[in-house]
């Protein structure tokens, strides 16, 4: 009896040391992505379980990505400061407060063009399985992100 | 001779005996605790026939190499991806990113 559960001890002790070894070596790699100066990629990496090749181009796209994005969170942001200090001058529907929401529809259609047309371009690294998921997950955002309210500079 | 007869003649004849006060509480109590202690022997040597399986050699390296699998497996197993992880990602490609409204 007493063989038999030291055994069972033993198989166990093996099995949670098996687990910790596998997680440990996926958490490693997890850290590696995180060591990285773009600790927002480490859902691409880890949810997506993009290759190594994949996840260097990923990378090099969004790095190319983030000053153009910077540049259009500040357009956005300056065009809702000036849509909004018109309209808080309250000289009623003026031509320039006109010219300032046609302005702040423009700059919006423009950069969410710019953040499709940079999501397509990631989507194309990817399988048809991480592609959808990407999809699923990134484009609901995209897609209702110009009914949200003003931008701000999250690269700054 | 009748049952009314039969009755007195065996109060008659049964020998006074003084029991301990609690006596019928205690034969209750020791029948009850009989009763439930009935299934230890039986899940001892379930268990202990259980065991002995696991003792014998083929089944001992069969759990041993299941267990190590089953490890490995659990182990690889994606974990639930953090929704913060997610958002950033979102916020970082997002130039309407208004979580960070100034």
């Known amino acids: ?156 | 001779m009748n049952d009314s007869e039969l009755d007195q003649l065996l109060k008659d004849g049964s020998p006074p005996v003084q029991v301990p006060a609690g006596f019928k509480h205690d034969v209750w109590l020791r029948i009850a605790t009989a009763e439930s202690a009935a299934w230890k022997p039986c899940a001892a040597r379930l268990l202990e026939r259980l065991l002995g399986v696991f003792a014998m050699p083929p089944v001992a390296v069969a759990t041993c190499a299941a267990m190590v699998v089953a490890g490995v497996w659990c182990g690889m197993q994606p974990q639930k991806s953090d929704p913060a992880t997610e958002v950033a990602y979102i916020q970082s490609v997002s130039p309407f990113a208004h979580a960070h409204r100034r």
């Open chain 1, 1 to 156: 009896m007493k063989k038999g559960l030291l055994i069972l001890l033993v198989a166990l002790v093996a099995g949670s040391a098996a687990f910790w070894v596998t997680r440990t070596h996926q958490q490693h790699g997890r850290q590696a992505v995180l060591l990285d100066a773009m600790p927002e990629l480490a859902w691409l990496r880890g949810d997506l379980r993009l290759s190594d090749a994949q996840f260097a181009q990923a990378c090099a796209l969004h790095t190319a990505y983030r000053p153009q994005c910077a540049v259009m969170c500040r357009r956005i942001a300056d065009a809702h400061a000036q849509l909004e200090s018109l309209a808080q001058a309250g000289r009623g529907m003026t031509p320039e407060l006109a010219a300032a929401i046609s302005e702040l529809a423009r700059v919006r259609a423009e950069c969410q063009q710019k953040m499709l047309v940079h999501l397509y371009q990631t989507v194309r690294l990817f399988d048809d399985r991480q592609a959808e998921r990407y999809l699923e997950k990134v484009l609901p955002a995209a897609l209702e992100a110009t009914t949200a309210g003003p931008a701000a500079c999250h690269h700054d």
